[in-house]
Structures are given as structure tokens and as C-alpha cells.
């Protein structure tokens, strides 16, 4: 080993890192947070070009504040993105869109943007002040720490991380080194469900009797590979090695890539986490919750297929979340998408998407007036990100909220994949009261070469 390799090497461990021998990694010492000047462009890079990233980089893009410079993802470009599998993904599918849009904005050629198939490359050899975090669940926290540690500002989707305790470490890496961190629960960018959480927070409903969130069920198939759970050759489009990372070793199946990943536990949680992390997270701010969950989760029904199985997790659900408050949270995949608020003399409140309605109906029409609880408001998620990037301030959706809001579906896919009616658990130690085997689950160990 050459001398100035071997001081890389022992850099890295020195922080923590468990890197494959590539020569372009550099070490991820700490570093201080970017802070941009007025009049200044954030470069910004995106880890992660699928299905999600067609719906946000085109708000990167329009806000001209933001440069998008490089695209890093262990697929050069494939088909069968999207939530009907309409779009193509990879690196250089992302590569493409970003040059289009800003040949577009000079009148002539451009090809500023970079590829890398390794984000830890684009992190050691971009000049980059924040990143946007696009990969599956299960990358979430080796990416997060690492972008933290060279102080890149984040905005990361949710679900924020595949575990309690991965969530927790990014939340302690993103606060120790002063980041701005934007969770990509975007909904509390939504005028209907701010003005909905309001209304609850300002008491007109009266006090909360109930609260029922709906979210979908079964197994969708996105990509429409579903069929193809057998394994195949890995196409020489993909680095599956890469795309597994901290992961256990899978043979590679086309059925389990393209979003459709969110189906099997050993990279994200299913229904109740992809969806459970937008409506959960609007029930936690409506509640004034933001800083704790709930104490106790109650299993009422449902239907987990086989362990063995490629898609394993829940695909019918029925469960209560129970805060000290005494509010109770019936969360089930039979209840329309969204979230009813019931309150006193028969007075509700439904939000979702679409609409928001109130029982009575002129209930709607009393607007909340000066001196009433008003909550931070933002009409659009990704330029929160960088409006707070530049006035050093707190987002919509900081690191704390992301991961106390997506800890409520983490807790409930313990209680289900356990078998237990029931889970009691301490907000303050994030620990679980008398069982072992539930508090076990709260952390995942990570494949060597990639861990963190």
C-alpha cells in the first residue's frame, strides 16, 4: 500500500467509515457547514435519479438560486421508473434532464452536469454545497451521515430512514454539524393540510375524540416487473452491488428494483411507511407533536405475507397509535386515503390531497383570526430547502420532525412483524418498555463494505 493510500485508509476509519478500496474516496472528516453568500448559486448534487427525482429536481431547477451539477447513481439508465413504470432513471437519464433545462434558459448547448456511478466520488470531487438524497430507503443513513460530515446542507425524501436508529444517528450527525436539513414530507407545504392542522391546533373541532388516517393497502406494482422474482442476470446498465449497499446480499430479481423495493422489509416498510410518513407527520403537527410520539401502539388486524417471500410486508393493517394525551390514532389501509379529525358535537374534519371538508360544512368558513396559533408556512418544499439554506434558518420539515414523525410507522411494523397485540414506548429514551425483542429491531447492522 502506498503511503499517502494508507493515510487515506486510516482517515477513514478514524471517522467511522467502512469504505471498498476506491481510489477516489476521500475521507469524511468533519467539515463546517456551507454557508452561501446573497447573490451566490448553491451547487447542488443529486444522489439518486428514479422515480421521485422526476418530480423534484424540476423545482431545483426553475428556483435560479440552485445549480444542479452532478448526478451520482449506480444506474446508467434504465426503464420502468415511475408510478407506472412511464419513465426512464439513472445517472444519465439525470444528466440529460439538467443540461435540457439549462440549454434551454442560455439559448445554446450546455453540459455542465457531471455523472458519477459512486455518490461517495461526486462527494469527494464536486464542490458541492447541498445535496438532494433520491435513493431508496436503505441508503438513506450512509448517505445522510456522510453528506453531513463534509457539510453539505440536505434535503432528504422520506421516509427518512429504514430504521428507528437509523434515524436517529442522522438526526444527531445533521445537529452536530450544523446542516439545514429538509425532511421530503412535502405535504406540509400544502395549504389544505397547514390550514387543517391549524383549525385542530386552534380548537375548532373542539376537543379531539378521535383520529382516523387512511392509507393504501396490497402491493403495488410500479414497474410492472412483478411477475420476474426469479434471478437474472444483472444488466450491465446496474452496479446491483452498489444499489444493495448496506443491505443483505440478494440475488438480483428485476421485481424487486424501480420502486417496487418498497415492498420487502430489508429496504423499506411498505405502505406504512411510504404513506405513514406524509399522513402520520400531518397528525403529529396538528397535534403539536412534533417533539415526541405516541406512547403505545395497539395491533387491531392484519395480513403479513410469508417471510420468504419477495414482497413480505403488510399488505392489509389495522392499528391504533396512543399518545399521553389520550388522543387515539386508528391508522388502516380501509379507511379513505387521508385523515379525519373528529371532535366534540359531532363536529370532523377531513383532509387529504384533493379536498378538505368539515362536518358541519360552514365549519370551513371560520378562518383563523389574529392572535390564533398560526404554524410556519410554505407553498413550496424544495424552496423552503434553500430559502433556509441562505437565511441559516430552520425548514418546514427539520431533521427532529422527519424522524419523530416517521418513528410512529416504524413502531407499528415492530408490533406487526412480531406478532404482538400490543407495544408500549418511551418517547424520551426511544426505547421500548420490556421487550427486548422489539428494541432489537429498532437498529439493522449494515453490509461491512458499505457501513457507517
Excluded at 420476474?228 to 446498465?237: G, M, T
Aim: glycine residues 10%; contains cysteine.
Amino acid at each position: 500500500m502506498q503511503r499517502r493510500d494508507f493515510i487515506k485508509s486510516s482517515a477513514l476509519l478514524a471517522a467511522g467509515l467502512a469504505l471498498p478500496a476506491l481510489a477516489s474516496c476521500a475521507s469524511t472528516a468533519s467539515r463546517p457547514a456551507r454557508r452561501p453568500v446573497a447573490g451566490s448559486r448553491l451547487n447542488v448534487g443529486l444522489v439518486g435519479f428514479g422515480t421521485i427525482a422526476h418530480g423534484t429536481a424540476p423545482n431545483f431547477l426553475a428556483d435560479p438560486r440552485v445549480q444542479i451539477v452532478a448526478v451520482a447513481d449506480p444506474v446508467s439508465e434504465l426503464p420502468h421508473y415511475g408510478y407506472g413504470g412511464e419513465h426512464t432513471g439513472g445517472r444519465l437519464k439525470g444528466k440529460r434532464v439538467v443540461e435540457e433545462y439549462y440549454a434551454q434558459q442560455v439559448k445554446g448547448g450546455y453540459t455542465g452536469c457531471k455523472v458519477y456511478e459512486d455518490f461517495r466520488d461526486m462527494f469527494s470531487r464536486e464542490d458541492l454545497d447541498a445535496v438532494v438524497i433520491n435513493t431508496p430507503d436503505h441508503w438513506h443513513c450512509a448517505v445522510a451521515v456522510q453528506a453531513a460530515r463534509h457539510g453539505f446542507h440536505i434535503y432528504g425524501q422520506k421516509p427518512l430512514a429504514l430504521t428507528v436508529g437509523e434515524g436517529r444517528r442522522i438526526a444527531d450527525e445533521v445537529k452536530a454539524h450544523g446542516v439545514v436539513w429538509q425532511t421530503g414530507s412535502q405535504q406540509r407545504s400544502s395549504a389544505y393540510f397547514r390550514m387543517a392542522s391549524e383549525f385542530v391546533r386552534n380548537g375548532r373541532l373542539g376537543r379531539i375524540t378521535g383520529i382516523k388516517v387512511g392509507l393504501p393497502g396490497g402491493h403495488t406494482d410500479w414497474s410492472k416487473l412483478a411477475a420476474r422474482k426469479l434471478p437474472e442476470k444483472v444488466p450491465q446498465e446496474l452496479n446491483y452491488d452498489l444499489w444493495l449497499g448496506p443491505a443483505p446480499e440478494h440475488p438480483y430479481v428485476p421485481a424487486l428494483l424501480q420502486l417496487n423495493w418498497r415492498h420487502n422489509y430489508a429496504f423499506s416498510g411498505g405502505m406504512i411507511t411510504d404513506w405513514g410518513a406524509h399522513h402520520l407527520d400531518i397528525v403529529q403537527w396538528a397535534l403539536g407533536m412534533d417533539g415526541s410520539d405516541p406512547v403505545r401502539i395497539e395491533v387491531r388486524n392484519v395480513t403479513l405475507p410469508a417471510a420468504t417471500e419477495l414482497y413480505n410486508t403488510a399488505t392489509h393493517f389495522d392499528f391504533d397509535a396512543l399518545y399521553a394525551t389520550g388522543v387515539r390514532v386508528n391508522v388502516s389501509d380501509k379507511h379513505p386515503n387521508g385523515i379525519l379529525f373528529e371532535g366534540e358535537a359531532g363536529r370532523s374534519l377531513f383532509v387529504s390531497r384533493d379536498k378538505i371538508e368539515t362536518t358541519p360544512k360552514e365549519l370551513i368558513r371560520d378562518k383563523i383570526k389574529d392572535g390564533e396559533i398560526r404554524l410556519y408556512e410554505s407553498r413550496l418544499h424544495e424552496r423552503n430547502f434553500t430559502d433556509c439554506i441562505y437565511n441559516q434558518t430552520e425548514t418546514i420539515t427539520p431533521i427532529e420532525v422527519g424522524h419523530r414523525s416517521i418513528t410512529v410507522s416504524h413502531l407499528a411494523n415492530i408490533a406487526i412483524r412480531l406478532g404482538r397485540s400490543s407495544l408500549d414506548w418511551n418517547p424520551a429514551t426511544e426505547q421500548f418498555t420490556g421487550d427486548d425483542k422489539a428494541n432489537a429491531m429498532l437498529h439493522r447492522p449494515m453490509r461491512s463494505h458499505y457501513a457507517v
